[in-house]
């Protein structure tokens, strides 16, 4: 099992430019969730999906966030335009319902410049 | 909305050491307390908390939760450079299996 798999690693942009960040979950784990992580606000849920279907996208700050999941495989966090303020790790990370404890990717480390 | 808070911030000390981590948590529909480390990478999970007063350890690490105190510690003897990290805790809330993450406690164990 590949675990959970993000895509960039790592990313640097501009301000203003779009950032489009990846994920496919373990194959048979039917939550996905979305998370930030900042030295000053730890790690913060920004949306989870269940069965692909969002459930709970409260965490997402603001209209530029948005994401996806148009299949069980894979997800999307897109954010337009990026702000140097949206600089942070930002994991996915993929559970079974009814098996609790969820398994993180290695995150992708976004810069915005 | 859920909170969970965890102390110290920061802790050092020095291999051999005895260390306690503490969590507190509010959380509707609470289910479990989960323990995490992080390293450099992603969280890995430690333990998984969901009756009070039973204790859970793996070698040098133990966890128990207090549900009437709303509160969790992880306990780490013996301590090593190794343990060096990041340690969260989250509550986990409900059917839906949503987690709610403490800052976490940063702790660093000196040779």
């Known amino acids: 099992d590949a675990g959970v798999i993000q895509s960039p690693r790592h990313e640097v942009t501009e301000m203003g430019q779009e950032v489009t960040l990846r994920c496919k979950p373990i194959?048979?784990?039917?939550?996905l969730f979305w998370y930030r992580q900042t030295m000053m606000r730890g790690l913060e849920l920004l949306i989870y999906f269940n069965n692909n279907v969002p459930i709970d996208d409260s965490g997402m700050p603001e209209d530029r966030f948005s994401a996806k999941m148009p299949n069980a495989s894979f997800s999307t966090l897109k954010i337009q335009p990026s702000e140097p303020r949206d600089s942070a790790v930002y994991f996915c990370?993929?559970?079974?319902?009814?098996?609790?404890?969820?398994?993180f990717g290695s995150g992708t480390r976004l810069t915005v410049v | 909305e859920d909170k969970v808070v965890q102390s110290p911030l920061s802790l050092v000390v020095h291999e051999g050491d005895t260390v306690t981590l503490n969590c507190s948590y509010e959380?509707?529909?609470?289910?479990?307390l989960l323990w995490y480390k992080q390293e450099k990478k992603a969280p890995t999970f430690l333990f998984m908390l969901?009756?009070?007063?039973i204790e859970k350890k793996s070698g040098r690490l133990s966890s128990i939760l207090d549900k009437k105190e709303l509160s969790s510690i992880l306990n780490i003897t013996a301590t090593q450079t190794g343990d060096s990290a990041i340690y969260l805790c989250?509550?986990?809330?409900?059917?839906?299996?949503?987690?709610?993450f403490g800052k976490g406690i940063t702790l660093s164990v000196r040779p």
């Open positions: 969901t009756s009070s007063g």
């Open positions: 989250a509550g986990l809330a409900g059917a839906n299996s949503k987690l709610t």
């Open positions: 959380v509707t529909n609470f289910r479990s």
């Open positions: 194959s048979g784990h039917n939550s």
């Open positions: 990370a993929s559970s079974q319902t009814g098996v609790d404890g969820y398994t």
